[in-house]
């Protein structure tokens, strides 16, 4: 966002210093073709939307307006304080996530499903593990969810033997 301010306020000086070689009856016209548009911005019922990066060049431009020609601005003093506001909200504050934990990717589930029927004798843990191993970062709690929503025993009974096959 940074670079694309200054590649802003770069093309901004640019066309000023083009702006000095221009003759003064040229830019009289094109003052006067700019008043005409503001007074047909204003005329209309939605307010104009401007971009972040025109919020800060009209911000910086306004302080070197005299102040009675600041009024005539679509802006006015409050909203260049919002602006202002806005952006050091928007620089000092966290991401806003959703409510809970973020859905598992389909992938995920197929391969946890596929482990599950492949390795019967796998419990939840062992394949929480098998994955890890593969790169991918799953609790054992979240695959023991996929297995029961699927139908799975989660923790499938081992085939150890009996004590009486033992003894």
Same mark, same amino acid.
């Given at each position: 966002?940074?670079?694309?301010?200054?590649?802003?306020?770069?093309?901004?000086?640019?066309?000023?210093?083009?702006?000095?070689?221009?003759?003064?009856?040229?830019?009289?016209?094109?003052?006067?073709?700019?008043?005409?548009?503001?007074?047909? &911005?204003?005329?209309? +019922?939605a307010a104009p939307? =401007?971009? %972040?990066?025109? !919020?800060? @060049?009209?911000?910086?431009? *306004?302080? #070197?307006?005299?102040?009675?020609?600041?009024?005539?601005?679509?802006?006015?003093?409050?909203?260049?304080?919002?602006?202002?506001?806005?952006?050091?909200?928007?620089?000092?504050?966290?991401?806003?996530?959703?409510?809970?934990?973020?859905?598992?990717?389909?992938?995920?589930?197929? &391969?946890?499903?596929? +482990?599950?029927?492949?390795? =019967?004798? %796998?419990?939840? !843990?062992? @394949?929480?593990?098998?994955? *890890?191993? #593969?790169?991918?970062?799953?609790?054992?709690?979240?695959?023991?969810?996929?297995?029961?929503?699927?139908?799975?025993?989660?923790?499938?009974?081992?085939?150890?033997?009996?004590?009486?096959?033992?003894?």
């Amino acid at each position: 966002m940074a670079l694309r301010l200054w590649y802003l306020i770069v093309l901004r000086v640019f066309g000023w210093i083009a702006l000095l070689a221009r003759s003064q009856a040229s830019k009289d016209a094109e003052i006067l073709v700019l008043r005409h548009q503001l007074a047909v &911005l204003r005329r209309q +019922l939605a307010a104009p939307r =401007p971009s %972040w990066a025109d !919020r800060a @060049i009209i911000s910086a431009l *306004a302080r #070197l307006l005299p102040r009675r020609r600041r009024y005539h601005l679509f802006v006015t003093p409050r909203t260049l304080l919002r602006w202002h506001a806005d952006l050091v909200k928007r620089r000092w504050s966290y991401p806003k996530h959703g409510p809970g934990r973020p859905p598992i990717r389909p992938t995920i589930r197929a &391969l946890v499903l596929r +482990l599950a029927a492949e390795n =019967p004798d %796998w419990g939840y !843990r062992h @394949i929480a593990g098998q994955i *890890a191993g #593969l790169g991918r970062k799953v609790s054992p709690a979240t695959v023991w969810a996929i297995l029961k929503k699927a139908g799975f025993d989660p923790a499938p009974r081992r085939s150890d033997p009996t004590w009486a096959q033992f003894l």
